[in-house]
C-alpha cells in the first residue's frame, strides 16, 4: 500500500504536488483574503476550457519526437485567418442581404443560406465557416512547416521558436495589406488595413461556451466549450490509438528502430506536424469565442509559451505527453495563474499579476528543459 | 606536496586583492563623480572668531563657467562634480578678484559654503546649513538644463513572456 | 590492396570557381543583405551622409554587446540568448548611478562595477542551468531570459523604493508616485553619452558633418584585444576544445562543466558593460523595456555577419552589426515609398529581425546534419 503511493509521488512527481497542493492552498484562502470562491473557481473552469485544445495542440509534436512546439502562432494564425474571414463573409453577407431582399428576387439558395444566416444557428454557421476555412490553411501551413523540421533534426524547438515569430511579422504586414473592408474590422475614417482587436460579440462570441452553461449568481460553467474540448481529447486519444497514431509515438520514442520496423519516420513527424498545427488553429478559435476579441498583429506572438508551460506543468517532458498531462497541466496552470494574483493582490493590495505570471509560467518551461532525458542522438 | 597550499593560498590572496582593488576603485568613483548640490552663501558669517562680511556686487565663477551675480544676503546653488574646484569671485567695486581652489571637504548635505569667508581668506569656510524645511533656491545656470525623470508610470504593456 | 578512403579536402586542389561557390554559400547571408540594403537605400531615400553618421553611432553603441555573444559560441554553447541576464544587471548598475548623481566617466565606471557581482552571479546561474540542459542550450537560455526578466521587474517594480522596507531609492524622479517601484523612463542625464564624448572627432565634410565618439571606439577595440588575447590563453583554449568536442576535451581533463559556467559569466558581465555602453549612447533607459531587444537584435546582427551558431568572428561582429542596422533605419521609409505605409515597413523589419535568427538557425542545423550524414556515409565507406 505505501509502496503503491510512493509510486504514485515519484510519478506525478514532487513539483507537481506541491504546485497541486499551493493551488489548493490558494483555493482555500479565498474567503479569508476577501476573493470570492464561486468567481475564482468559474474564472479558472473557464480559462481551462478556452485553453485546453491549445494545450492539446502540443501533444502530437512531442510525441513524434519533435520537441515542444513553439511554432503553435502558425497554427493560431490559420485560425485567425478563418476567424476573420468568417466575420467577412457574416459582413457581406448582411450587406448582400439587404440588396437583395430588397431587391425581391432571391434564389434558392440565397434564400437557404439567408435564412440559416439570419436565424439563431447563425452564429454556428460562421464559426462553421471560420473552421472551414482555418483547417486547410492550417494543414497547408503545417505541411511546409514540417519540412522544415524535417531537416533541422535536433534543434527544432529553437527553429520552431523563431519561424513562429517570423510568421506573426509576416502575417502583421498581410493583415494590413488584405483586401478586407467590413466596417467592424478595418480602421476607421478611411484607415486601411484590419484592426488590432476585433470583437466576436454578434457574430461568435460564446457560441460554444453558452451551449447548456451553467449560470446562477457568479458561478458560470461553460459547458459547451467543455463538451467540445472533451471531444477534442477523445479525437486525439483515439487517433493515438490508431495504427498511424502508434507509429507516430515509435516514431518519437526510438527513431531508429521505428525506421527499421519499416515506419517512415519524417512522414510521422510530417503528419505530426500538421496535427499540431490544425489543433492550434482550433484552439485559438475556441479560445477567441470563449475571450470575445480576435487579437492580431502582434497577438498570437508569445501564445505557444502558456501552452508549453502547461503541458510541462502536466507532467509531460520533451518526448512524452499523454492526455492527462493535458488536462491536469491546463487546470494547474490556469488556476495558478489566475489564483495567485488574486489572492495576492488582495492580500498586498497592489497588482502582481503580470510579474507572477511571467515568473511561474517561464520557471515551469525551465524545470521541464532541465530535467534529464534519454540521449537520442 | 608543500608547492600546493601555497599555490592555492596565493590565488586566493591575488582574487582577494583584486576584489579589494575593484571596491577601492567604486569608492573612488563614487568620490570623484559625485554630483553634489553645494550652496554658496552671502550671508555676514562668524567663522572661529572671524567676522565676515557679506559681499556686495560679487560675482562668481566656478571652474569657468557662467558668470552669476550674488546679491548680498543671498544664496546660490551649484551643482559641482568631484572634490576640487576653483571659485573665483569678482567684486565689481574697486575691481577685486579672488580666485580659490576649493576642496569639498565636508558633508555638503548638511554644510555651505561661505562666500565672505571664501573671500576673507579664511581657513575654514564651511558653515552649517539651515533645516531642510527651507525650499533650495534656484539653480545658477550652468548651461545644462534641469530636465526631471520622464514621467511615465509603470512597464506598460509590452511584457515579455505569457 | 586499396588505400582506406582519404579524406578528400587532403588531396583535391579547389579551383577558382569552386573557391567562389564555396565564399558565396558560406557568406550567403551578408551577401542577401547587402544586396537587400543596395535596393532599400536609394528607395528610402537617406543621404549619404545621414546614413554614414548613423551607422558610425550605432556602431558604437551595439557592438560591444555584440562582441559579448562570442565567447559562448567559441566554447560551444551557441547563441547565448541569456545576454539579456547581463543587461539587466548593467541596468541595475545604472539606476543605483542614476539616484546618487555619480556623473560623466566615473558614474560609468562605477555601473559597471555595481553590475559586475550582478552579473556575475546571474552568469553563474544562467551557465549552472545551461549544464543541466545540454544540448538544448539555446532554448533554456532563452526562457531563461524571460524568466529573470520576471524576477528583475519584480525586484525594480516592488523592492526598490523611498519607503521603509525597500532597497533604499533617494531620488524621487526615480520612483513612482506611489513610493517603490522604478519609474518606466529614466533619464540618464549624469552619464548620457559620457563615453562617446570622451574623445569626441568632429569632422567637416562640406555639406555634412561626422562625429565619432572615439572614447566608445576605443573600448570597442580594447575588448577586441581582450579577445584575441583571450583566445591564446589556457582558459580559451580550453573553451575551444570543448567547442570542438566535448567529449574528447573532457577526457583530456579539462573541467567542461566548470569551463562552460565561466563562458557564460564572462559573456554575461561583458553584456552588462554592453548595455551600459549602449544606454550611455542612447541617454534615456527605459527600466522594463530597454534589455527586452538587446539579446534577439545582437543575435540578430551577429548571424546577419556571417556568423553561425558554432563559429563566429570578430568580423562578423561588425559587418552584422552595420548590415543590421543599415536594413533597420532604411527598412520604414523604404516601405513608405514603396507600399505608402511606413508601419509595413517596421512589420518588414519585425520579420527580418525574427526570419533572420530562423534562417541562420536552419541553415545551422541542416548543415550539421548533412556533417554528420557525410561522416556516417564516410564510415560505411561509401
Known sequence: MSGKFEKFISDFGWPRIIIALFLLLLFASTPFVGVKLDTSISDTLVRVGMNGVLVLAMVPMVQSGCGLNFGLPLGIIAGLLGAVTSIQVATSFDALYQVISSGGSVGVFASALSSVLQSGARGLALFGIALAIALPCAAILGFLYAQILNRVKGEEMMIATYVGFSSVAVMCMAWLLLPFNSPVMVWGYGGSGLRTTISTEGFWRHILSDFGSIDFGNFYFPTGMFIFFAIMVCIVWAFFRTKTGTAMTAAGSNPEFARASGIDVNKMRTISVMLSTVLGAVGILVYEQSFGFIQLYMGPLYMAFPAVAAILLGGASVNKATMANVIVGTFLFQGILTMTPSVINSILKSDMSEVIRIIVSNGMILYALTRKTRVKR | MSAAPNLGMRRLLIRVALVAALVAISFVMYDIGKERNVLLDNKSASIDGVEYEALVGVSIIVDGGKKTGVRPDARIAHKMVGRTHTIRLEISEGGKSIERTVRLTMNMKSWMISLPALAGGARDIYIPRPAAAQPLPPPSPSGEPETPALGDDGPGESLMGI | ?382
Open chain 3, 1 to 382: 590492396m586499396t588505400p582506406p578512403v582519404k579524406n578528400d579536402s587532403a588531396v583535391h586542389k579547389f579551383t577558382g570557381t569552386e573557391n567562389v561557390k564555396h565564399f558565396l554559400i558560406s557568406n550567403s547571408v551578408p551577401i542577401i543583405f547587402i544586396a537587400l540594403s543596395a535596393i532599400a537605400i536609394p528607395i528610402s531615400g537617406f543621404s549619404a551622409g545621414y546614413l554614414i553618421q548613423e551607422m558610425l553611432t550605432r556602431l558604437a553603441r551595439n557592438s560591444f554587446l555584440v562582441l559579448s555573444l562570442l565567447i559562448p559560441i567559441m566554447a560551444g554553447m551557441g547563441l547565448n540568448f541569456g545576454m539579456v541576464l547581463g543587461a539587466m544587471a548593467g541596468q541595475i548598475g545604472l539606476i543605483f548611478v542614476t539616484d546618487w548623481a555619480v556623473v560623466g566617466i566615473p558614474g560609468m565606471v562605477l555601473a559597471a562595477l555595481i553590475s559586475m557581482p550582478i552579473a556575475a552571479f546571474l552568469g553563474f546561474i544562467c551557465g549552472s542551468v545551461l549544464n543541466k540542459a545540454k544540448g538544448r542550450e539555446m532554448v533554456t537560455s532563452y526562457i531563461l531570459g524571460f524568466f529573470i526578466n520576471g524576477i528583475y521587474q519584480f525586484v525594480v517594480l516592488y523592492t526598490m523604493g523611498i519607503r521603509g522596507l525597500h532597497i533604499p531609492i533617494t531620488n524621487p524622479q526615480l520612483v513612482l508616485s506611489r513610493g517603490f517601484g522604478i519609474r518606466n523612463a529614466i533619464n540618464l542625464t549624469g552619464i548620457r553619452r559620457a563615453l562617446d564624448n570622451a574623445l569626441p572627432l568632429t569632422h567637416n565634410f562640406g555639406h555634412f558633418t561626422i562625429s565619432i565618439p572615439l572614447g566608445t571606439y576605443v573600448t570597442i577595440a580594447a575588448f577586441c584585444f581582450f579577445i584575441v588575447w583571450f583566445r591564446r590563453t589556457k582558459l580559451g583554449q580550453d573553451m575551444r576544445a570543448i567547442g570542438q568536442d566535448m567529449a574528447v576535451a573532457g577526457s583530456a581533463g579539462i573541467a567542461v562543466e566548470r569551463t562552460r559556467v565561466i563562458a557564460i559569466v564572462i559573456s554575461t558581465v561583458l553584456a552588462a558593460f554592453g548595455q551600459i555602453i549602449f544606454l550611455q549612447n542612447i541617454g534615456t533607459m527605459n527600466t522594463y523595456n530597454s534589455h527586452e531587444q538587446t539579446g534577439m537584435f545582437s543575435i540578430a546582427a551577429l548571424l546577419i555577419g556571417g556568423a553561425t551558431v558554432s563559429r563566429a568572428s570578430i568580423t562578423n561582429v561588425f559587418v552584422g552589426v552595420t548590415l543590421f542596422h543599415m536594413m533597420f533605419v532604411v527598412s520604414p521609409t523604404a516601405g513608405k515609398e514603396l507600399i505608402g505605409q511606413a508601419q509595413l515597413g517596421e512589420y518588414f523589419r519585425v520579420f527580418v529581425s525574427y526570419g533572420i535568427i530562423a534562417v541562420a538557425l536552419v541553415l545551422h542545423a541542416w548543415k550539421r546534419l548533412q556533417e554528420r550524414e557525410r561522416a556516417r556515409r564516410g564510415l560505411r565507406g561509401e
